[in-house]
């Protein structure tokens, strides 16, 4: 029996000569480290990817929330501009001003039955979908 702790006892103290020149291996910690900051950039670019695309939903979704959007604003302002511009060429058209306004006034009027016409078909509409028909 006391070769075998002589052999055991010797065998702990190799393991722990290897352990301790192991640990204290400069090139080992290098490698160690390199490894470490690489893995660490890349779990930081994949988050701030990760929160640069949640941010971009979460300020979309609050946008359409509060019922603003990009396309109606320039929906709207390209509709105004063709408004203003159609208004100026009649202005600017080779008619005399008694001829423009008529024109202008016929356009509006028949503006205004396309618009009566077109409530009045929606309201038929709504009522004959409720089945109460004006009760």
Same mark, same amino acid.
């Given at each position: 029996?006391?070769t075998?702790?002589?052999?055991?006892?010797k065998?702990w103290?190799?393991?722990?000569?290897?352990?301790?020149?192991?640990?204290?291996?400069?090139?080992l910690?290098s490698?160690?480290?390199?490894?470490?900051?690489?893995?660490?950039?890349?779990v930081s670019?994949a988050?701030? *990817?990760?929160?640069s695309?949640?941010?971009d939903?979460?300020?979309?979704a @609050?946008?359409?929330l509060? /019922?603003e #959007?990009?396309w109606?604003?320039s929906?709207?302002?390209f509709?105004?501009?063709?408004?203003?511009?159609?208004?100026?060429?009649m202005?600017?058209a080779?008619m005399?001003?008694e001829?423009?306004?008529? *024109?202008?006034?016929?356009?509006?009027?028949d503006?205004?039955n396309?618009? @009566?016409?077109?409530?009045s /078909?929606? #309201?038929?509409?709504?009522?004959?979908?409720t089945?109460t028909e004006g009760?």
């Open positions: 029996m006391a075998f702790k002589r052999s055991s006892a065998q103290a190799r393991l722990a000569m290897k352990a301790g020149l192991f640990l204290t291996d400069a090139k910690w490698a160690i480290n390199e490894q470490l900051k690489e893995r660490a950039e890349d670019d988050v701030r *990817s990760s929160y695309e949640t941010s939903r979460v300020n979309n @609050g946008m359409a509060r /019922g #959007s990009h109606f604003a929906t709207l302002t509709l105004g501009g063709v408004g203003i511009g159609i208004g100026v060429g202005l600017l080779p005399s001003g001829e423009v306004r008529a *024109s202008i006034r016929d356009k509006a009027e503006m205004k396309r618009v @009566g016409d077109y409530t /078909g929606a #309201s038929r509409f709504r009522s004959a979908s089945g009760d």
